[in-house]
């Protein structure tokens, strides 16, 4: 059963009105309440203040049948901590940010915890900050507990700047390792201690953390690791990462169907049945004016068709104001009540198709900095899917699992790709063509030459010239059987941009000539794209895809297939509305059912009414 928790303020609660908030929760089908303290109160009288509204907050929700969590950020303090202090590789100070290394700020945070335990909670949840990266401009830690135990991990008495050195460049070393293992040692040990310390006051208390960007690699350790310790006796909780407020805010790149994507990714990385997911449905800062209820509903409703969490951690009530001041997200949650039963009957028996996403959770241990087409060092921003991107805002259904219709695979995500994967042909860019190249694999590249720019993308097929604005390409010469589909007129001449090649193994590629670590968009989200993926997706594995529609920006699809039905979800994450949608399916259907929509069957095609601007509508066709 798909869970709703939904966050409030415990501060502000009473203030804002309990009976009220108890209504918007009614109105969102909410089970469970999270009780958001923000940072520690070092101020005894102040941390006094805060447990006794947690606890009679607590008596009021659990009166009402509400399991009750409280949420509490880790490591961040509100002013400068008397306790050791985050660094990062460099080893500048991360504000009012501390280090789990310091055992007397963790003697501090269990006593913390111990006192929000004894307070009445069914859960505790550590927000966003129990992470080393995304904290500052570079990673963490090299604060000096780490350094001291990173050289009892080396026995080397090893500087901070040559640790550094070796972390942020050249290949896998000990070095590299022993920092990502110092950054796990710190993470654990905490939460064993924090485990430790509630099982004294009640072990049935469950435990969970919210994943962030950096706990699946640069953290040094795993989600499902933790969140396994944090629960001890009790079933593991997860919340992922990934909200709908990023697309208001276009952070680090992300547009809605790109959170949603995350999320997947993180599912199938860390799902199973012993640990229950949550998705983080966060509408920051939560008022409508800052990020719509579309946005969140977009998400929840593609969530939910995906089947890759167990529920959501839905922001639909406004932190600092009255509860019945911003009352959309809640109307909007009520008003698709009905739908979300819909898309429980067509999506939720069924399994995800489509072409299978290659991302490995740890890269950072294994990369090679820099590379020919790689120069900039960045193990942070890795986290984020570039092949998942260009896939999903062109229109073309995705999975994480399985082996897919063929699979995609860019950047470092090739130095670990299980070669089982060549049989069923392969996408990659120009980083992966180059590390399967030094790995033995034959995708056509005879040699990679130096950086050049062009003005426009010329693809072959139909002549057509697709603008780049000065993209970035490389040099390249390849095998005289690879067939270019698209070029560009560089300084260096005539250069390709894309081409497919079949090596003698019998192996098949559509490879990009794009450095899509860099600002590729101009490059890998346009018509022209979309539609060579489509076509050449047959070629690389005798396939099609389930259900494919051209030309509609940021048309975000979803397929799931059973033995003898199709379902397709379609949201449109644009501003205009898609008029009169033609999805070319893999074959002949006879019969069509639809959701939040008209259309009709015509042999291998259906043809939808309109979609209007984030709006969400589905079919099923048998």
């Known amino acids: 059963m798909y869970k709703i928790s939904v966050p409030i303020s415990n501060s502000n609660l009473q203030r804002n009105g309990r009976e009220a908030t108890l209504v918007q929760l009614q109105k969102l089908n909410a089970e469970r309440v999270f009780l958001a303290l923000g940072t520690y109160e070092t101020d005894i009288a102040k941390r006094k203040m805060a447990m006794q509204e947690l606890q009679d907050n607590c008596c009021f929700f659990s009166a009402h049948g509400f399991e009750v969590g409280a949420w509490i950020w880790t490591f961040l303090f509100r002013e400068k901590p008397p306790f050791c202090q985050m660094r990062t590789l460099d080893g500048t100070e991360i504000e009012n940010t501390v280090c789990p290394t310091d055992e007397n700020f963790v003697a501090f945070a269990v006593d913390y915890i111990k006192d929000v335990a004894r307070c009445g909670v069914d859960i505790i949840q550590f927000d966003d900050d129990f992470r080393y990266g995304f904290l500052s401009d570079a990673p963490a830690c090299l604060c ?66 919210c994943a962030c960007m950096s706990s699946w690699d640069l953290d040094g350790t795993n989600p499902r690791e933790l969140a396994t310790i944090l629960a001890g006796q009790t079933k593991p909780l997860l919340r992922l990462i990934g909200a709908p407020y990023w697309a208001t805010k276009n952070s680090w790149g992300n547009a809605l169907q790109d959170v949603i994507e995350l999320e997947r990714m993180e599912s199938a990385w860390t799902k199973t049945e012993n640990i229950e997911i949550m998705a983080e449905g966060d509408a920051y800062p939560r008022p409508r004016t800052l990020c719509p209820a579309s946005y969140l509903e977009g998400f929840d409703t593609a969530i939910r068709a995906s089947g890759c969490t167990d529920g959501i951690l839905k922001y639909g009530i406004d932190y600092h104001s009255n509860a019945d001041y911003e009352t959309g997200y809640a109307l909007r949650h009520e008003r698709h009540r009905d739908l979300y039963a819909q898309i429980d009957r067509m999506f939720g028996k069924k399994t995800s198709c489509g072409v299978r996403v290659y991302e490995c959770p740890n890269k950072i241990a294994q990369m090679e900095m820099p590379t020919k087409v790689n120069k900039t060092v960045d193990i942070e921003h890795l986290f984020f899917s570039r092949a998942a991107r260009t896939l999903a805002y062109n229109t073309i259904p995705t999975v994480y699992e399985g082996e897919g219709i063929c699979g995609i695979v860019f950047d470092e995500n090739a130095r670990t790709l299980p070669l089982d994967a060549l049989k069923h042909g392969l996408i990659l860019d120009i980083a992966a063509a180059e590390i399967l190249t030094q790995r033995g694999v034959d995708v056509g590249l005879e040699r990679i030459g130096e950086a050049t720019t062009g003005k426009s993308e010329h693809f072959r097929f139909d002549d057509n010239h697709i603008l780049a604005n000065g993209a970035v390409v490389y040099d390249i010469v390849l095998n005289a059987s690879a067939e270019v589909l698209s070029d560009m007129d560089t300084p260096k001449g005539v250069v390709p941009v894309s081409y497919r090649y079949e090596n003698p193994d019998g192996h098949r590629f559509l490879v990009l000539n794009i450095n899509t670590r860099s600002d590729a968009d101009n490059l890998l989200k346009h018509y022209q794209r979309s539609l060579q993926y489509a076509q050449t997706i047959k070629w690389l594995s005798g396939k099609a895809l389930p259900a494919y529609l051209y030309g509609n920006p940021a048309l975000y699809i979803q397929c799931k297939e059973s033995a003898s039905s199709l379902s397709v979800g379609l949201w449109n994450f644009f501003a205009d509305e898609v008029i009169a949608p033609v999805v070319q399916l893999d074959k002949a259907y006879t019969s069509l059912s639809c959701m939040n929509c008209n259309g009709r069957i015509d042999g291998d095609r259906v043809i939808l009414s309109d979609i209007q601007p984030f709006g969400f509508v589905a079919f099923e066709v048998t």
């Open 144 to 209: 000096d507990h780490h350094m001291a135990h990173i050289r009892r991990i080396t026995g080397e008495n090893v500087t901070r700047e040559t640790l550094r050195h070796h972390i942020v460049s050249g290949a896998k070393n000990k070095y590299r390792d022993a920092f990502l293992k110092a950054n796990g040692d710190a993470f654990r040990h905490f939460a064993h201690r924090v485990r430790h310390a509630v099982d004294e006051v009640n072990p049935s208390i469950r435990i969970s953390f």
